[in-house]
Antibody
Framework: QLQLQESGSWPVKPSQTLSLTCTVS??????????WNWIRQPPGKALEWIAY???????YYNPSLKSRVTISVDRSKNQFSLKLTSVTAADTAVYYC??????????????WGQGTLVTVSS | EIVLTQSPGTLSLSPGERATLSCRAS???????LAWYQQKPGQAPRLLIY???SRATGIPDRFSGSGSGTDFTLTISRLEPEDFAVYYC?????????FGQGTKVEIK
């Protein structure tokens, strides 16, 4: 059974960089044509897809966040990571990592991590 | 981007009843690239339906999806106690993929 687990350092202060890592177990990040995604959910708001990466390193970003987001993959550790720069209180959210199945260019998500609440506060 | 509007916001039903959840898109979702997820408190979303009507692995057949274009429906034929949760739709047709704001199915 594939499992994903988020980890990272928080809380984060305004203007700093949020860093999160997703560790994949029960399967290889390099197997199949899956994308590896970050999604977030601000308190009381809808889910928002942030970005994805393939094991090859190809990336795709939500245009609304693209200028502040970097996603990367470490195949040797079966992990992928997110960096979000210049954070504000609006970036406070539960952050999920998820495996995506891409039909044309945009995925839907069949395995999710449990999510981690990241609070941006001074 | 495509805006998905889910209705109703909250659905109050009893176990055994039928639940009908709506997801309306601001523009046509071609090829029925629409998914439904279930989320329980403190848990990650779970994929229920993709391609508007295909059930994900392990999903009971009381869950069914239908629709095309701008109007999609998730139906739970007979509510079980474990089905009381929040349900989200997601389109993966036009970038960026977007989610609806959710429908809460609560026990009446």
């Amino acid at each position: 059974q594939l499992q994903l687990q988020e980890s990272g350092s928080w809380p984060v202060k305004p203007s700093q960089t949020l860093s999160l890592t997703c560790t994949v177990s029960g399967g290889s990040i390099t197997s199949g044509g899956y994308s590896w995604n970050w999604i977030r959910q601000p308190p009381g708001k809808a889910l928002e897809w942030i970005a994805y990466i393939y094991h090859s390193g190809s990336t795709y970003y939500n245009p609304s966040l693209k200028s502040r987001v970097t996603i990367s993959v470490d195949r040797s550790k079966n992990q992928f990571s997110l960096k979000l720069t210049s954070v504000t209180a609006a970036d406070t959210a539960v952050y999920y990592c998820a495996r995506g199945r891409v039909v044309i260019a945009i995925p839907f998500f069949d395995y999710w991590g449990q999510g981690t609440l990241v609070t941006v506060s001074s | 981007e495509i805006v998905l509007t889910q209705s109703p916001g909250t659905l109050s039903l009893s176990p055994g009843e039928r639940a009908t959840l709506s997801c309306r898109a601001s523009q046509s979702v071609t090829s029925s690239f629409l998914a439904w997820y279930q989320q329980k408190p403190g848990q990650a979303p779970r994929l229920l339906i993709y391609g508007a009507s295909s059930r994900a692995t392990g999903i009971p057949d009381r869950f069914s999806g239908s629709g095309s274009g701008t109007d999609f429906t998730l139906t739970i034929s007979r509510l079980e106690p474990e089905d009381f949760a929040v349900y989200y739709c997601q389109q993966y047709d036009i970038s960026p993929g977007t989610f609806g704001q959710g429908t809460k199915v609560e026990i009446k």
